[in-house]
């Protein structure tokens, strides 16, 4: 039985925007190498909460079912990329998700019923905690991508891993359904759809591939 766990919650994007966040890990890597969450899938982190006991943590999990079924489904967007700089000159890059004010309440719903207080920028991560120098290799190849790809997320997913087994990879944990159907948000944008779609232009993405 493990003595501690770690969890990770977070938003599952439906198959093909796992699939095109896919391609632009592959790109990144062709140009600068391997590099940490290079084969990691697409997915928005909301709260990593390390060193948990099992038996407490998974009681207290089943617990927000009925907070999280109470929210709805919302319509996100992917519109473009951007970065993170970090300590050390590392600096993340991502795809990033679209801010509107029906979507900004929405996550701090989601916060609220997750007893989350720090700051939350949504994003899926393309490269993670890399140097310098490869930052700036690849950021002038994603900084000015016209990406924008819609997606509805349904429910949140917890994952789960041993906290002091150095190999363990995360395993499904549980789900949580958004249920509530009187209101979708972020439909306010749903008619423009897709304003750029994955085209010709995009088979490349980058020079090196």
Known sequence: MRMYEDHL?????????????????????????????????AHISIQHKERQKPFTTDRSIEFLET??????????????????????????????????????D??????????????????????????????????????????????WINALTVVKRDTFDPYAKWEFFKAFEFKNQQGFIGTENIEGGRIEMVGQDQTSLFETI
Not at 91 to 100: D, E
């Open 9 to 41: 919650m977070l938003l599952s994007p439906p198959e093909i925007i796992r699939t095109e966040i896919a391609r632009y890990k592959k790109a990144s890597a062709k140009l600068i190498g391997d590099y940490q969450s290079m084969n990691s899938p």
């Open 67 to 104: 907070e999280l079924t109470s929210l709805p489904p919302v319509l996100l967007h992917i519109d473009g990329f951007g970065n993170f700089p970090y300590l050390h000159g590392k600096f993340t890059t991502y795809a990033n998700i679209r801010s509107t004010p029906a979507v900004d």
């Open 106 to 151: 929405w996550f701090n719903q989601l916060k609220k019923k997750l007893k989350i207080k720090k700051a939350l920028t949504p994003h899926i991560t393309i490269t993670r905690n890399i140097p310098e120098k490869d930052f700036n290799k690849l950021w002038p190849h994603l900084r000015h991508k016209k990406l924008v790809e819609p997606f």
